[in-house]
């Protein structure tokens, strides 16, 4: 079985400084990972996803993650959050190749406060 | 390409009641999920279509079915309305080449009274 957890369901960060979310992973076959954004009201947007290339992943709006699987982490960081980042995130995991299920976390709601 | 377009956007209906929800998947797609997301949670996946077949099933009762047609758009039936089915409903579509991601909808976002 496969299964997410977001360390922390709010994260609150100034306009400008570091964001970082937290996302550990179990699976018992390699992995694809992806983060996902919400803004209010409206479906998921996907930021980016790992699909056994480069751990290190760029996404949209300046968003990255990187995959450790020593770790079996893949937190989402963004060098400088703008007002514009408020929403929620979630990170999912399925399974590469066979199921196209996404296991979701909880999510994290990001606060940009001014 | 008008992506993954849900409908509708919002429903109110009765306990007891029924409700048929909608999914047009993105050009190209053939393979479409439905996922239920509760308030304040991460969507829960309810099941896969693809060619006109439930390829699997998350732990939702019998009350929850489905349907595909063959131009690969989705319904999500849900009987007998509980208070606890309230939630946005969430379709998502995937498949072509190289299918490794999925593209979700707008939702529907269902009320139960």
């Known amino acids: 079985a496969q299964s997410v957890t977001q360390l922390g369901s709010h994260v609150s960060v100034s306009e400008g400084a570091l964001v970082l979310l937290r996302c550990n992973y179990s699976?018992?076959?390699?992995?694809?990972l992806f983060w996902y954004v919400q803004y209010p009201n409206q479906g998921l947007q996907l930021l980016l996803k790992?699909?056994?290339?480069?751990?290190l992943v760029k996404g949209i709006n300046g968003f990255e993650a990187e995959f450790k699987k020593s770790e079996t982490s893949f937190h989402l960081t963004k060098p400088s959050a703008h007002m514009s980042d408020a929403a929620e995130y979630f990170c999912?995991?399925?399974?590469?190749?066979?199921?196209?299920?996404?296991?979701f976390g909880k999510g994290t709601k990001l606060t940009v406060n001014p | 390409d008008a992506g993954v377009t849900q409908s509708p956007t919002h429903l109110i209906k009765t306990r007891g009641q029924q409700v048929t929800l909608r999914c047009s998947p993105k050009?190209?797609?053939?393979?479409v999920s439905w996922y239920q997301q509760a308030l304040g949670q991460g969507p829960q996946f309810i099941f896969q279509?693809?060619?006109?077949?439930?390829?699997q099933r998350g732990n939702f009762p019998d009350r929850f079915s489905g349907h595909q047609f063959p131009n690969y758009s989705s319904e999500l039936n849900v009987n007998a309305l509980l208070l606890g089915d309230s939630a946005l409903y969430l379709c998502?579509?995937?498949?072509?080449?190289?299918?490794?991601?999925?593209?979700f909808g707008q939702g529907t976002r269902l009320t139960v009274v």
């Open positions: 999912a995991v399925r399974s590469q190749g066979g199921s196209e299920k996404l296991v």
């Open positions: 699976s018992s076959v390699p992995p694809y």
């Open positions: 050009s190209g797609h053939d393979t």
């Open positions: 279509y693809y060619e006109e077949e439930e390829r």
């Open positions: 790992y699909t056994s290339a480069a751990t």
């Open positions: 998502a579509s995937s498949g072509g080449a190289l299918n490794t991601e999925a593209f």
